[in-house]
């Protein structure tokens, strides 16, 4: 007779097959599809028409009224959709524009004609896929069509449907173009903002530049150990937050890359290590144009008890004017000017407290 430590042994290693079936994929996970030939010539096109020379200088030295480029990237409904109409409706004049890139395999319902985001879906739209190079193609895309659009926008915000305002629109607008102490690091360079020698206002791009991270390295060669040489090697690759704010300059700078895109886009063997969209931007800006970013980023994030890969993600308990006065808090400017990540279900509170406490600077 087969004693029971027999048995169990047994049928511990009948049931691994079923086991590594329902678990391999997440202990191994499989590389997301590649960008298709399509899809990448119809970026190819539409960033060729952002860069072109222009037929009228635009810069905010030509610009009276330099506006924001709002760019929410999403693949699902944009839950603080009221939130943000208040938000837009109390601007004292209209100095922004709005961009949305919503995933189009995803049901995302469009807002009713009468929001400030009625027909601001872009067209161009083509599925994202998390951690993959998709999710630069759309920010790309989002950047090229406010750059058509108008030739007032100077700064492109990403934000994303969990991200909510810290203040008013018209802080905001003020913060980014008028205060001369918003940026707290530029006190240490006395060329780092207001006027240059040419009169023409010199205003930083504001994205999180990091080079020193535990895996760093795990995400340098996820691609394999030497496929990002000799454009970046690995004490250029940088990490960072994939919501930012950049000035025209920086953006056409993003659009007109084409060395750096040809290996951030390549597919990963480690995908659990692929990080592409927290990657490409930073690197690229901090090598292309490192004078002319802050390295800091605009928008807060609670990583305290990460959950893979995923920030905290607070909930309506947690949200109150205390809260907000605390995420406005910041060691790099004189306030964080948006905050991420919220459930959808803390809408009815924000709302509550938006005209209160959010809205009054």
Not at 48 to 68: E, G, Q
Not at 280 to 291: A, I, K, W
Request: one cysteine or more.
């Amino acid at each position: 007779m087969f004693s029971t430590p027999l048995i169990l042994s047994f049928s511990i290693l009948l049931t691994l097959p079923i086991v590594f079936f329902f678990l391999g994929p997440t202990l191994n996970p499989q590389p997301l599809p590649p960008i298709s030939a399509s899809d990448e010539l119809d970026d190819l096109r539409l960033f060729h028409r952002a860069t072109a020379p222009p037929s009228l200088p635009s810069h905010l030295s030509f610009s009276s009224s330099p506006k924001i480029a709002f760019l929410f990237l999403t693949n699902t409904d944009l839950h603080f959709l009221p939130l943000w109409n208040r938000f837009f409706r109390r601007a004292k004049t209209p100095l922004y524009n709005i961009y949305v890139h919503a995933d189009p395999t995803v049901n995302v319902t469009r807002p009713p004609p009468d929001s400030v985001f009625g027909d601001r879906f872009v067209a161009n739209a083509k599925r994202t896929f998390r951690a993959s190079a998709t999710l630069i193609s759309a920010t790309r895309r989002l950047l090229a069509t406010a750059i058509l659009d108008d030739p007032a926008n100077d700064y492109f915000a990403v934000v994303s449907q969990y991200c909510i305002p810290l203040h008013s629109f018209n802080y905001i607008h003020r913060s980014l173009f008028t205060s001369k102490n918003f940026d707290l690091t530029s006190k240490s360079d006395p060329d780092s903002s207001g006027l240059s020698q040419y009169g023409v206002l010199k205003h930083k791009s504001y994205i999180e530049i990091i080079s020193k991270e535990p895996r760093l390295w795990k995400r340098y060669t996820a691609r394999g150990r030497f496929v990002m040489m000799p454009e970046v090697p690995f004490e250029e690759f940088r990490a960072g937050s994939q919501f930012f704010v950049l000035n025209r300059k920086d953006a056409l700078l993003v659009l007109k890359d084409k060395t750096l895109w040809r290996k951030f886009k390549l597919p990963c063997f480690r995908a659990d290590e692929c990080y592409p969209e927290e990657h490409y931007f930073p690197t690229l800006l901090s090598m292309q144009d490192p004078n002319g970013v802050t390295g800091y980023t605009l928008t807060r994030v609670n990583w305290t008890g990460t959950v893979a890969g995923h920030p905290h993600m607070y909930t309506p308990k947690e949200v109150t004017p205390e809260l907000i006065y605390e995420l406005r808090e910041s060691n790099y400017s004189s306030s964080y000017l948006f905050a991420r990540k919220f459930s959808p279900d803390c809408l009815g509170t924000l709302m509550r407290i938006a005209d209160s406490v959010i809205f009054r600077d």
